[in-house]
């Protein structure tokens, strides 16, 4: 007897249907998924905040002074070297004093020769008063001619003006006697102040000349109190305030922070590489001697902060600026809400919410955007 065919026809076509209407709930399924957004959000999140103006900056110290010889002639002894610490009086070198012994000795010498002088001219003028009172008396009892009382007189004159004349010559030398004990004394070389010696200019043996300039042998610094020169782009020097906080760290120590006042800002530029730039100086306490000349430093001036604050990206905002800001928040459905907020201290990556959102609360950042290859994409918020 033939077997029927019809039952088993039946389900395959049952089941050929049934793949079918899957097939199409799904491709409906996913093109429905595809089109509806996808966001990147944050959380708001509670923190610091500052909003701040940076520089490079180099370290130098406040106080110091370039010590340097008077006089010319060969470095006989240096009594210090690098990194010494010296205090005020202190003997740091010394020249060779062989010229200006001599150049002593000799003004001594001519001085003695002239007041020697002196006492003979003072006797002689002495001689030449007795003699003229003489001839005065004489002159009046008429036992004299008037010529040799005019002649005692003249004498007499003319002693006074010599003693005169050695008492300007003995004061001349007493003067050149003291710039010659002072040029000695200029060849013992003492510390000006307390400090630490940062530079040696001149080694020991080698001949200086002070003709023109003076030469220097080595440079004092008090380390105890560091300026930091920094130098700020034109695009920036107005934001700076005479007395607004600052810090920097170092590049050895980049965790640390050194804190310190804006106390000055020069008002003459440099102009490097076409760039103009202006010094802003502020002083740090160097207590513990870390701080060294010449180091960079990553200098920040703080013009706004704040604490323990509620935060979101920037890339959440529509515009730039505080105040009254706009904003997208996505609730706990995923369904996107425009919220109105009230921003404070913002820098270009956090700003602070005043009002208007709650910690934990998620904020659009950027619309994810999928690609024709199957990847995906951000778009980011655009200000208005």
Same mark, same amino acid.
Do not use: C
């Given at each position: 007897?033939?077997?029927?065919?019809?039952?088993?026809?039946?389900?395959?076509?049952?089941?050929?249907?049934?793949?079918?209407?899957?097939?199409?709930?799904?491709?409906?399924?996913?093109g429905n998924n595809s089109s509806a957004p996808e966001f990147n959000t944050a959380d708001v999140i509670r923190g610091d905040i500052e909003d701040s103006i940076t520089a490079l900056g180099t370290l130098?110290?406040?106080?110091?002074?370039?010590?340097?010889?008077?006089?010319?002639?060969?470095?006989?002894?240096?009594?210090?070297?690098?990194?010494?610490?010296?205090?005020?009086?202190?003997?740091?070198?010394?020249?060779?004093?062989?010229?200006?012994?001599?150049?002593?000795?000799?003004?001594?010498?001519?001085?003695?020769?002239?007041?020697?002088?002196?006492?003979?001219?003072?006797?002689?003028?002495?001689?030449?008063?007795?003699?003229?009172?003489?001839?005065?008396?004489?002159?009046?009892?008429?036992?004299?001619?008037?010529?040799?009382?005019?002649?005692?007189?003249?004498?007499?004159?003319?002693? &006074?003006?010599?003693? +005169? !004349? #050695?008492?300007?010559?003995?004061?001349?030398?007493? @003067?050149?006697?003291? =710039?010659? $004990?002072?040029?000695?004394?200029?060849?013992?070389?003492?510390?000006?102040?307390?400090?630490?010696?940062?530079?040696?200019?001149?080694?020991?043996?080698?001949?200086?000349?002070?003709?023109?300039?003076?030469?220097?042998?080595?440079?004092?610094?008090?380390?105890?109190?560091?300026?930091?020169?920094?130098?700020v782009s034109e695009a920036d020097i107005s934001k700076l305030q005479v007395g607004m906080p600052a810090y920097f760290s170092t590049l050895g120590q980049p965790q640390r922070r050194w804190e310190g006042?804006?106390?000055?800002?020069?008002?003459?530029?440099?102009?490097?590489?076409?760039?103009?730039?202006?010094?802003?100086?502020?002083?740090?306490?160097?207590?513990?001697?870390?701080?060294?000349?010449?180091?960079?430093?990553?200098?920040?001036?703080?013009? &706004?902060?704040?604490? +323990? !604050? #509620?935060?979101?990206?920037?890339?959440?905002?529509? @515009?730039?600026?505080? =105040?009254? $800001?706009?904003?997208?928040?996505?609730?706990?459905?995923?369904?996107?809400?425009?919220?109105?907020?009230?921003?404070?201290?913002?820098?270009?990556?956090?700003?602070?919410?005043?009002?208007?959102?709650?910690?934990?609360?998620?904020?659009?950042?950027?619309?994810?955007?999928?690609?024709?290859?199957?990847?995906?994409?951000?778009?980011?918020?655009?200000?208005?």
């Open positions: 007897m033939p077997v029927s065919h019809t039952p088993r026809k039946g389900r395959i076509l049952f089941i050929a249907i049934s793949l079918l209407i899957a097939g199409a709930a799904g491709w409906t399924l996913l130098e110290p406040l106080n110091y002074v370039d010590v340097g010889t008077q006089v010319s002639g060969q470095l006989k002894v240096l009594h210090v070297e690098l990194g010494d610490q010296v205090e005020a009086g202190q003997l740091l070198a010394e020249i060779d004093p062989t010229l200006y012994l001599a150049q002593v000795e000799a003004s001594t010498a001519q001085l003695a020769n002239q007041q020697a002088q002196l006492k003979d001219r003072e006797a002689q003028y002495d001689l030449a008063r007795l003699q003229a009172q003489r001839q005065r008396n004489l002159f009046a009892e008429d036992a004299t001619s008037r010529e040799s009382l005019e002649t005692a007189e003249a004498t007499l004159r003319s002693a &006074a003006a010599q003693v +005169d !004349v #050695l008492k300007a010559q003995i004061r001349q030398t007493e @003067s050149a006697l003291k =710039g010659d $004990q002072a040029d000695l004394n200029y060849t013992r070389i003492y510390a000006p102040m307390d400090g630490t010696i940062v530079q040696q200019l001149a080694n020991q043996g080698q001949t200086l000349n002070a003709n023109q300039t003076a030469p220097i042998v080595v440079q004092i610094a008090d380390l105890s109190t560091m300026r930091v020169r920094t130098q006042e804006l106390r000055q800002i020069l008002p003459t530029p440099e102009v490097i590489n076409n760039v103009v730039l202006f010094n802003a100086l502020f002083d740090v306490p160097n207590p513990d001697g870390e701080l060294l000349p010449q180091m960079s430093a990553q200098v920040f001036f703080i013009n &706004a902060s704040a604490e +323990d !604050v #509620l935060l979101i990206p920037a890339a959440a905002l529509r @515009s730039q600026g505080s =105040g009254e $800001q706009e904003i997208q928040v996505l609730d706990a459905q995923n369904r996107v809400q425009t919220r109105q907020v009230r921003i404070g201290v913002r820098n270009r990556v956090m700003a602070e919410v005043l009002e208007g959102l709650e910690q934990g609360e998620r904020v659009i950042t950027g619309q994810v955007s999928s690609t024709q290859n199957g990847s995906t994409t951000e778009r980011p918020r655009r200000f208005m």
